[in-house]
């Protein structure tokens, strides 16, 4: 037992430097962000009404603004819709073009089952070669690592807002310990997301129109 303890602490230490060390010098604040052509937005959970949960709106705050100022001119936005009852890119849209973001500069991914997935199929259906991936701080490290070592010349921006749901965000980043082992193995064998599909021209489109 112990040395089976020892070989699984061994083992979380080595796949969280391993993922955090591919973030590293990626990480950025909102004014200081290279710009680029897309902001890739990471979903996570909506309410039965739709309305995004505020981890998820302040995710979408930075996008907005990362848009209205010039330094992004799309975005992508991937999350979970397994089921007809529960779509967050849908929820997503509805609340960027609320607040003013064109819809045609939206791009929707509902295959986005985690960050793997959307990171995987950014690159892989939707081409896009250079981002900015936007979450809480605490997922940051492991979405930028992902996004760069599957291909995409990613940099990030971070929410630290969403701290005041202090319980939430203790829990969530605690679980990233365990997330960044999952994350090193779904690279080492280089799994496929859960859904690929044909290559799609969403992000060539926004990009294009205006």
């Known amino acids: 037992m112990v040395v089976g303890a020892v070989l699984v602490s061994g083992g979380t230490v080595a796949s969280v430097a391993w993922i955090r060390g591919g973030a590293d010098g990626h990480i950025y604040s ?3 962000v290279p710009d680029a052509p897309v902001a890739l937005v990471l979903g996570t959970k909506v309410g039965a009404d739709g309305t995004p949960s505020p981890f998820l709106a302040a995710r979408l ?3 907005q603004r990362l848009f209205d100022g010039g330094k992004v001119r ?3 936005v991937s999350g979970d819709n397994m089921n007809a009852d529960y779509n967050e890119p849908d929820a997503m ?3 960027l073009v609320d607040r003013g973001v064109p819809a045609q500069k939206v791009v929707l991914d509902h ?3 985690d960050t793997y ?3 995987a199929r950014a690159k892989r259906i939707f081409g896009v070669t250079r981002a900015t991936v936007v979450t809480q701080s605490f997922h940051l490290p492991r979405a930028v690592a992902l996004c760069r070592r599957l291909g995409i010349d990613a940099n990030g921006v971070g929410d630290e807002t969403a701290k005041r749901y202090a319980r939430q965000w203790w829990i969530s980043s605690t679980r990233e ?3 960044c082992v999952k994350a090193a ?3 080492l064998t280089g799994r496929d997301p859960v859904h690929l599909g044909r290559r799609e021209t969403g992000i060539d489109d926004a990009l294009r129109d205006g």
Request: hydrophobic share 55%.
């Open 111 to 113: 295959a986005g089952f």
């Open 30 to 32: 909102e004014a200081g």
């Open 177 to 179: 310990h365990g997330a």
């Open 93 to 95: 849209l509805r609340w």
């Open 74 to 76: 799309a975005i992508l």
């Open 185 to 187: 193995l779904d690279l």
């Open 117 to 119: 997935d959307s990171c």
């Open 61 to 63: 705050e930075i996008a």
